[in-house]
């Protein structure tokens, strides 16, 4: 008999989640792992790469309530950079910094600045999803080779997205009959338990959210279709949806928009490209200044988005800001209808609320969280429904053009 259930990963129980609660933050489905030619468990590792790795792993934690669980470095005889390993519920991020003056980081952060290098991968087998990706003519960027450390062994391989974008590929638990069990260390093998001085404030939350939900992917123009096309034949990932036109316009800027997806639907992929216009939209400002394609955002999935917008606003982190004609506008309230706080809650905070077949969603953004205008992130709470906030895209993009003005992009 066929095994189509959704199962908890190592992640998800280290961080005692409960699957009917990943169902609601992130959308799990069940689907037949053993018919995926390049099967994805989900997340591994989001790996950025920035200019200071030590006061950006700190920001992490003071800013976004993430806990420091290890590191790499010269201290642990690593003497090309800082890597510092955060937890927040089951997402993983990783902060490298260049240490050697020779360090290729340096390169990485002088071309893109500070932003997503790596989105790693947990997959049950590595060789296999190798194979299929070399046979379609996937760039293969790392051959399959076992890492090992007193914790055990982990499978790794690599190959190349979009841009300087990569997927590694970690396999943590043996094949059946093999001779090795899943890893316990804190990270990968050669990286150490750490923990910070840091300390929350009295009340704080045990952190602010629980899983990662989407990572948007910014393309040129005219590649949007190629790399659905990667993700589908080389992945095996599915189309979850397609919004083109006037779904994704205001009256100066547009783009538009396909999402692909993993089996389970842990992983997800909106993948952009812009659209000719009057004015510069948001992707132009970021495949100009990003110097190429990347991940534009990451959703981080919460259950309780009031409770962590607040925290993360006394915090510091700055969001942007929706007009109270938002709010006012009856089509949206007869739209959305009964949402679980009352909407003068939302229009407080700024947050914005989306309804489809299937349940609705509350959802904020943040604004850019570097020096460069490119990487920000998304706040999202979901109540069923499976999209992405289609509604609210004419609003999300003009804040965004609001703010490409005041920085003269627009």
Not at 47 to 54: D, I, M, P, Q
Not at 94 to 112: A, I, M, N
Not at 335 to 362: A, F, S, T, W
Request: with cysteine.
């Amino acid at each position: 008999m066929t095994d189509t259930a959704v199962h908890l990963t190592a992640q998800e129980r280290d961080a005692h989640l409960e699957l009917d609660q990943l169902r609601q933050l992130v959308g799990l489905v069940p689907y037949d792992e053993s018919t995926d030619v390049f099967p994805v468990t989900g997340w591994d590792a989001i790996v950025f790469v920035v200019g200071n790795a030590t006061q950006t792993a700190h920001y992490y934690q003071s800013a976004f309530g993430m806990e420091l669980v290890g590191y790499s470095g010269p201290e642990t005889g690593n003497r090309d950079h800082k890597a510092f390993v955060l937890r927040s519920g089951s997402i993983r991020f990783v902060v490298k910094g260049g240490v050697d003056p020779g360090s290729t980081l340096h390169e990485h952060v002088r071309v893109h600045g500070d932003g997503v290098a790596d989105i790693s991968l947990e997959v049950p087998d590595v060789d296999r999803c190798i194979d299929h990706a070399r046979s379609i003519g996937a760039t293969i960027l790392q051959e399959p080779e076992d890492l090992t450390d007193d914790h055990g062994t982990v499978r790794v391989a690599a190959i190349a997205a979009y841009g300087d974008t990569r997927h590694t590929l970690v396999q943590r638990v043996g094949l059946p009959g093999g001779d090795w069990s899943a890893y316990d260390g804190p990270y990968l093998p050669g990286y150490v338990p750490r923990s910070s001085t840091f300390v929350k404030r009295d009340g704080a939350p045990k952190r602010l959210f629980q899983a990662l939900d989407h990572i948007v992917g910014n393309v040129e123009l005219g590649k949007m279709d190629e790399w659905v096309t990667f993700y589908n034949k080389v992945m095996g990932f599915v189309n979850m949806a397609e919004f083109i036109g006037d779904d994704i316009a205001t009256d100066y800027s547009a783009l538009m928009s396909k999402v692909v997806a993993n089996g389970n639907h842990r992983v997800k992929f909106p993948l952009n490209e812009p659209a000719v216009a009057k004015r510069k939209s948001q992707i132009d400002e970021y495949l100009e200044f990003y110097q190429g394609p990347g991940a534009q955002h990451l959703a981080l999935a919460t259950n309780d988005i009031l409770t962590t917008v607040d925290q993360m606003r006394a915090n510091g982190i700055e969001f942007l800001e929706t007009p109270d004609s938002y709010y006012q506008d009856p089509a949206l309230r007869e739209r959305i209808g009964q949402v679980r706080v009352p909407i003068e809650e939302l229009q407080k905070r700024g947050i914005l609320v989306d309804r489809d077949e299937d349940g609705y969603l509350l959802q904020i953004f943040t604004r850019p969280v570097q020096d460069r205008p490119t990487v920000f992130f998304e706040l999202i709470e979901r109540h069923g429904s499976l999209g992405f906030g289609k509604g609210n895209f004419k609003a999300l993009f003009e804040a965004i053009e609001r703010e490409q003005e005041k920085r003269g992009n627009l």
